[in-house]
């Protein structure tokens, strides 16, 4: 009998070892019962004819699904329908629904498909696998945890699954399956993918993970083989698939072995991993063990949100925000890059509690940013129910997922289901958020005025009014301000029409496209002497007489250490105060009136013959943590002190 088990690419994800169907493929390859089988595992986004080719001949098609390859996955299916008509096709993983009259509509749409499996697949997968080789309708009936076609072509639904509370020896990083894929695609995985433990404690309602509360642990021994395993197949770049990973004791001494790996062999260079929400303890001292051994960390705090009615609502409140706010602040004196979590569109949001969250999330640390994502609706989370979205008054688009990567073929676009309204933030509002949020993205992420930011929080002045200033202030015709605004509006708009969430240039081309802050950086700066100009006026214009003394000086020195596209020469500038003391102080002292000659060299990629070309390159180093330039600055006494403008984080 021959299987094959899909997990294909998602769009713009990076290319790692598929987790879900290598445990699939390891759990049934162990089974005696299943002995003689073959085994394969697809993973490329090809045209579908290409794809249904690469199949073989399966007598058992496993289709693993997630929000990033259902469209596709599903388009492979049906065409897989058509050329293998006796297959068994077989679809788990997050985007299966599990409710009732979810599952009825999903097999109704998709009547290619035979059986959906709810959960974790392994031990279902095997089962359905022994059910099939025996020819036994009964058999596959007795199947728990899933849902085939009756008689009549209605769902039938099964026993509840099991819970996989026991790992054994079968893994796909020591068994041969992942050796096997790797031999039939070289050089395609860029990052590997492992668990330490499976499950998590908290109820967060946007999420499905929750739905394996208990917290099961793989077996150190196996840990430790997997890891190393990762290391000699050549893997620089590892992250952890564990909901908490700081939230076993053991888990510290994991990293004590991550660590030792890479002082013996010289991997990972990079280790990635969900930290555990109330431990900031445990956490820091996970932290400090990899970067002890000079492995690159960025330390992910997962708030989501910092109001607490919202994250009451969505069942967060067990959540301690302070942790990561203690955290986040141990990071930012020892170096140590961070970035929070924030979701815009979760129910009890407001405009004002919003935009108060934004500011939260944008401290004085030189290494910190945050990811702002719009809430996506996962149908077997608590806020996908159905009386759920009716309690919360959610409003929904379907958007299309489009690539940002050019020169690369989805071939099937995806699709996600994006909350643009809520009963506390209806869609306009919504909107406002929008526009606030991935505003902010571009001036603080993307280092557009991240010294202005600074100082005007340092200066203790609302900077959330000053940030809705500048963002909602009408522009007028032919600045860019009014550009800024009209990209604002083209995306949001989009969203709210289901169209697109990322958009190619306006008069560009369809191939590259962008998201929303990346969008708005281009245009800044393409125009940034203009942008600092306008953006100095708007400031005084609302701060009036409030407006710091030295408000024009760090805009000149924001000017000073941010690239510019064909000046690639050194330049320097005579300042009245230190700000880079103030700026390594994270605003914390008072900005030192002292002259200081602050000294810039450009990054190489300034001389880039094309603007397109230098601003793709600038913007792709800040989202990397990449140098951005070298600065120097010397004071009224004191030898000159090398600092760089974007630290690396490595």
């Excluded at 260079?269 to 956490?283: E, G, I, P, S, V």
Aim: aromatic content about 8%; some cysteine; glycine content about 8%.
């Amino acid at each position: 009998m021959r299987v094959v088990v899909s997990q294909f690419e998602g769009i713009d994800v990076t290319p790692a070892l598929p987790l879900a169907a290598g445990c699939l493929v390891a759990v049934a390859r162990a089974d005696p019962e299943l002995a003689g089988c073959s085994y394969a595992i697809e993973v490329q986004r090809r045209p579908l004819a290409q794809a249904v080719e690469a199949l073989g001949r399966p007598d058992v098609l496993g289709l693993s699904l997630y929000p990033w390859n259902n469209a596709y996955s599903l388009a492979v299916a049906e065409r897989a329908r058509a050329a293998f008509p006796d297959a068994l096709l077989v679809a788990g993983g997050p985007s299966v629904p599990r409710r009732p009259d979810r599952v009825a509509r999903f097999l109704e749409r998709n009547p290619w498909l035979d059986v959906l499996v709810f959960a974790e697949g392994e031990l279902t997968f095997r089962d359905l696998l022994r059910a099939r080789r025996s020819g036994s309708r009964e058999a596959l009936e007795a199947v728990g945890g899933i849902a085939l076609r009756g008689a009549e072509g209605e769902p039938v639904i099964t026993a509840p699954p099991g819970r996989v509370m026991a790992f054994g020896e079968a893994s796909p990083f020591l068994d041969g399956t992942f050796d096997e894929l790797l031999a039939r695609h070289p050089g395609r995985f860029s990052m590997a993918l492992a668990e330490t433990n499976r499950g998590c404690p908290f109820s967060c309602t946007f999420c499905d993970w929750s739905l394996t509360k208990h917290v099961v642990e793989l077996p150190l021994e196996r840990v430790h083989a997997e890891l190393t395993w990762i290391v000699e197949r050549g893997f620089q770049h590892m992250m952890l698939a564990d909901a908490n990973f700081g939230i076993r004791p053991r888990d510290v001494e994991i990293a004590r072995f991550v660590a030792k790996l890479r002082r013996e062999r010289g991997a990972p260079q990079t280790f990635y991993w969900y930290l555990t929400k109330n431990d900031h303890a445990r956490n820091l001292e996970t932290i400090e063990i990899l970067q002890a051994a000079e492995i690159g960390t960025w330390v992910g705090l997962a708030v989501q949100d910092f109001d607490d009615e919202v994250l009451a609502a969505v069942q967060r409140s067990n959540i301690q925000t302070q942790e990561s706010l203690t955290l986040r602040e141990i990071c930012g004196e020892r170096g140590i890059p961070s970035f929070n979590e924030l979701i815009l569109g979760l129910p009890g949001q407001t405009y004002p509690s919003f935009t108060a969250t934004m500011v939260a999330a944008m401290p004085p640390l030189p290494r910190h940013d945050f990811v702002l994502f719009l809430c996506r609706m996962i149908d077997n989370t608590e806020l996908g129910d159905p009386a759920s979205r009716e309690r919360h008054g959610i409003v929904t688009r379907s958007c299309e997922w489009k690539t940002i990567s050019p020169g690369w073929d989805p071939i099937v676009d995806e699709v996600q289901e994006v909350v643009v309204g809520t009963r506390d933030l209806p869609p306009s509002e919504w909107e406002r958020c929008f526009h606030f949020g991935f505003f902010c993205a571009a001036l603080y992420n993307l280092r557009l005025l991240r010294v202005v930011l600074a100082y005007l929080g340092g200066e203790g002045l609302d900077v959330r009014a000053c940030l809705a200033h500048l963002v909602e202030r009408p522009a007028s015709g032919g600045s860019v301000y009014a550009q800024l605004q009209a990209i604002l509006r083209r995306y949001s708009n989009s969203i709210l029409a289901s169209g697109p969430i990322r958009l190619p240039e306006e008069g560009g081309d369809e191939v590259a496209r962008f998201t929303v802050e990346d969008a708005l950086t281009r245009a800044a700066l393409t125009r940034y002497d203009e942008f600092l100009s306008e953006t100095e006026g708007r400031l005084r214009e609302h701060l009036g007489v409030e407006a710091p003394p030295a408000l024009s000086e760090a805009f000149s020195y924001q000017g000073l250490i941010t690239p510019r596209w064909g000046a690639a020469r050194r330049r320097a500038l005579d300042l009245s105060h230190d700000w880079p003391a103030y700026l390594a102080s994270h605003a914390s002292q008072p900005l030192a009136a002292r002259r200081t000659r602050a000294s810039f060299t450009p990054p190489t990629y300034a001389a880039l013959p094309s603007l397109g070309a230098f601003l793709t390159t600038h913007v792709s180093c800040v989202r990397a943590r990449l140098e951005i330039g070298a600065l120097e600055a010397e004071g009224e006494r004191g030898a000159p002190r090398q600092l760089v403008v974007l630290p690396r984080s490595d």
